[in-house]
Structure formats: structure tokens, C-alpha cells
């Protein structure tokens, strides 16, 4: 196949640098543009950037010129985007206004009627949205991912909203540091401690999820109609975000039916042959102590969603753990994920 030429937009900031990690070696995408604000632009990538990846920058990237974040200035098939949330809305919209496909991170277009909010294994069909773009006509469109903690619990709660239907889902995050970006919280704020409060954060986990098991209808996406209440809360971790969940089905069944539910579940997409897909999709611990942040996170290079503690519920039916890698499978490896289910949808073109 020939590579898609992609750009990056923020590719200096802490998700920016995941996706050129990420896509270094990418069978289908190479990185030709990086773009970043006015404060990089016209240096070298490797003098622009204060790399935090464990592994070296990719050989081809150290050299390149970082531009303009404008699409005058990004000659690209399509763009990720992990640009700061305060310029997204008129920069993701220019892009993709001069007709260029903008796969994003940021929260901006998230809840936009039109805008798909993609897990590729849990609304694929929501894709649909894309034609309904009122720019879509010049090629470009806006395709978004979910927060990060709002990833792994979809994932996680799939295979019961599927075998169940949800009635409610109580959740509590413990959430990693990297998910806050660089510097994110100060040492002094954080060591031997824990914040109980993540700007903005719960009230995301407490729609996205309504979105992404809505149903796609001619009027738009029709949101699933269960409750969720989230409490949200920053530790000491570097990366993995663990959230303990109870969740109350629609249709009650017993702890051995639900374990077995999550034993058997396969990957629905598995049969498109994605790059990115992990195996397994969920990892199902039996071992009590499990899952783990610094053992568990990076499991299926960090795409893997990591289930544990399945246990009857006092108040609801169930309740378990699950780990979730927020930089990889919460941010630029979704994103990327998205990108290779656009590109199997025939979504994502070569532009001459
Ligand atoms: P970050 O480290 O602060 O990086 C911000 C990036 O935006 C930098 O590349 C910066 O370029 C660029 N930028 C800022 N102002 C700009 C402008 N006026 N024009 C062009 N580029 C500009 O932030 P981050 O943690 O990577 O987060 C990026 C986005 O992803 C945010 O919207 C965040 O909410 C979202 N997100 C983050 C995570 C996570 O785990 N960290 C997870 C999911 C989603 P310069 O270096 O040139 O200033």
C-alpha cells in the first residue's frame, strides 16, 4: 500500500510527541509535516521540542522543519491533531474547511451533533456522521476520540452493555500524571498524595460514554439512556489510568454469566486486519491483585483495555477494576486506531 502522508498538529506537546512515537514504522502512515504554535515553527523538530518519550525521536523526524499550524502550510493527506485546547476550534475547523480530514484528540468537537466520537470496536457505524459534515463535499471532516479515562470504561463496559444492557455504571478514577501533559501537576501538589479533582474531567466521563452507545438515526445520534456518575481523581502514577467501576444492567444476571461474558468476548473488529488492534482487546484478570498500572499499562502496546476484580455488587449488580493506557489507547494510539478503521472505510484518500 501506499503510505498516507500525514501531518501532526502539536506535534511538540506531550500527545503530539506520542504520535510521532507511534508512528514511527506505521505501515500505512508516514509523518511529513509537524506543526506546532509560532514558538516552533521554523526550528528543527529536535530544537523545538522537549522530547519526553523513553525511546529516542525517530532519526527521520530529529531534522525535520516544524511550521505554522495552518493548512497553508501543511501539505498532508490528513492531519492528527493534539493541538492545545484553546486553539482547536478555529484551527481543526480551517483544516478541515481547506478539505482536510482532521483525526483529534482535543475535546472541542466531541459533543458536535455531526462530529463522529469513534471507539472503532464500540460505534463504527456512527462513521456515518461524516457525509452529514457541511464541508465533507471538499474532503474534509472531523472525526474525534474521547477523553481518556472515558476510553477505557466504553471498552470495558462493551461486553455488558452488549450481553445486559446498562442501567446505571458508578465510576472512581485513579488517574496517571501523563494524562495531565508537561509539566502537568507540580511535584509539591502530587508526592505522597492524591488530588481529588480533575478540571472538567467528570463531567465528561459522565456524556461521552451516552454518545459513543448512542444510536446513529436520521435526526443524528440518539444517546444511550443510562446514568453514570464519575469521580475523578489524580495520583502518583506515571502512566495508566485505573478506574474502579459498579455498574447496574438492564437485564440481571448472575456473577458466573457475567464473568463468562467477559471471558468470551471477541474484538468485533478483529476481521479488518487493523494495525493497531490489540490482542487481546481486554485482558481479563483472575488473579486478585491484578490489574496494575506500572505492570499492566502497556499491555498490547498499550492498547489493550485491562479488566480485573469482577465481583458481585451490594449496591448494583457488578463491580470490577480496569487499567487503561491514556496516552496510547486514551489519546494518539486511538486516534490512530481511528484513522486505520478510516482508511479500511474507504474515508481517507491521497490527495495529489
Ligand atoms: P501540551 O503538551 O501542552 O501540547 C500542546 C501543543 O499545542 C504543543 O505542540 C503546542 O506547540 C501546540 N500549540 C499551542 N498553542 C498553539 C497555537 N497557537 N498554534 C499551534 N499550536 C499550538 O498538551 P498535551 O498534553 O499534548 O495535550 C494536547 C491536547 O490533547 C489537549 O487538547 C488535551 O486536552 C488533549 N489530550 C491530552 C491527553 C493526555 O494524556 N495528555 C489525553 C487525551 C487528550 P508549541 O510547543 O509550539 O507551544
Redesign the pocket.
Known sequence: MQKYRVGV????????QKFVELLDGHPWFEVVAL???E??AGKKYID?VNWIGATPIPEKIADQTVVL?NPEEVDADFVFS????S??LE?EMAFAQAGMPVIS???NYRMEPTVPLLVPEVNPEHLALIDRQAYSDHGGFIVTNP??STVGLVLALLPLQKAFGLEAVHVVTMQAL?????PGVPSLDILSNVVPHIGGEEAKMETEPLKLFGTLTEQGIQFADFKISASCNRVSVLDGHTESVSVKLKTAADLAAIKAVFRAFEDPIAHLGLPSSPTPLIKLFEDERFPQPRRHASLGNGMTVSVGRVRADALFDVKFTLLVH??IR??AGGAILNAELLVSKGYLKHRI
Open positions: 498538529l502539536g506535534a511538540t506537546g506531550a500527545v503530539g506543526a506546532a504554535s514558538r516552533s523545538a499550524a493534539g493541538v492545545d485546547a486553539v482547536a484551527m484528540n482535543t475535546r477523553n481518556c501523563s494524562g495531565a501533559g508537561y491514556n496516552t486514551g489519546a
